[in-house]
């Protein structure tokens, strides 16, 4: 009589749990916002989630692109995503107008910014810019890059041409119609080898800008505690995520493609591998502070960031324990 007491009482307690395993994790459902649509740069995110590292954290993640990257800092501050991708110049803004937006994991380690250098008119490259014509795409960085490569060449912004081309600098450059534009060298820089189309790449860290993180996992921290639960989860799965890139990094870009089928996957593939080349994939996710310290100096010398700007950016980087980023 016992034992079948016991019997009942066991399969009374599985019909509860709906037959669950006891140590599978409760999952929690978040949504998580890129900074543009997705691509190369965020295979360590889609191989979080379609590894299923994301799943054994309890973690059942929904990755949304954005209608604009301008948008994304508003839907943080909304309480309409619960983590973004975002710029690190676009991160310390929205802390400069009051948004407590602080950055809990780095998307990629280097920074991504560059001014390509397109055939022209003249169907080679210029060496230097002086008297170009240089396409920008009006964000608030763009001047900072710009005059960054200027600086390193001895010239000013008056001795060049600038042209709002917003994000068509490709078509732009490979017409004839610009000189050079404000791009990514991870991004446009691959599509132009990738055309045949002759440029020179004038990286910003190759010209005195600092080594930073470009891309940041940002979270609004009245909403979202950084060193919370949900926070250490996500940033667990994420690091096996970025480890699974980093040993095979065509198998994160399957997960990639699989999930975004409307990739091309010769595009995607030249520019992980670009991203590879450059070491701004690694296998962590950690956030270097001396790294964006390095950064914020900058953007104040360079007049993107007023001072009561970067002080309000100097609290930008909340680093969750250690124990966040470890595997298993």
Not at 184 to 202: H, K, Y
Not at 232 to 260: H, I, K, V, W
């Amino acid at each position: 009589m016992v034992a079948l007491l016991a019997a009942l009482v066991g399969l009374a307690t599985l019909q509860a749990c709906g037959g669950a395993e006891p140590d599978a994790p409760r999952q929690r459902g978040a949504l998580l916002t890129l900074d543009f649509r997705p691509n190369a740069v965020h295979t360590g995110i889609y191989s979080a989630v379609g590894s299923g590292a994301l799943d054994e954290e309890g973690i059942d993640l929904t990755i949304r692109q954005p209608g604009s990257s301008a948008e994304v800092s508003k839907l943080l501050g909304a309480d309409r995503t619960d983590f973004a991708v975002m710029d690190i110049a676009d991160l310390a803004i929205a802390r400069s107008q009051g948004v407590p937006l602080v950055a809990i994991a780095a998307i990629v380690q280097k920074p991504l910014a560059a001014v390509i250098v397109g055939p022209g008119a003249s169907g080679t490259p210029q060496v230097d810019l002086e008297g170009a014509t240089v396409g920008v795409t009006g964000t608030p960085a763009d001047d900072l890059v710009l005059d960054t490569i200027l600086g390193a060449q001895g010239l000013v912004r008056s001795e060049v041409d600038t042209v709002n081309v917003g994000f068509g600098a490709v078509a732009a450059l490979s017409g004839g119609r610009l000189d050079a534009a404000t791009a990514f060298w991870n991004a446009e820089g691959v599509e132009m080898r990738r055309a045949g189309i002759p440029t020179r790449e004038l990286r910003i860290q190759q010209y005195g800008a600092p080594g930073f993180p470009q891309l940041l996992l940002a979270v609004d921290s009245r909403e979202t505690r950084p060193d919370s639960p949900l926070v250490c989860s996500l940033l667990r799965g994420m690091s096996r995520g970025y480890s699974l890139t980093r040993d095979n990094p065509f198998e994160g870009l399957e997960l990639l493609l699989e999930a975004n089928p409307g990739l091309d996957r010769s595009s995607q593939t030249a520019q992980l591998e670009a991203l590879l080349a450059g070491r701004a994939l690694t296998d962590t996710v950690s956030v270097d502070a001396r790294a964006v310290r390095g950064w914020i100096a900058w953007a104040r010398a360079g007049g993107l960031l007023t001072p009561e700007a970067a002080d309000a950016a100097r609290g930008m980087i909340r680093t969750p324990d250690s124990d966040c980023f470890q595997l298993p």
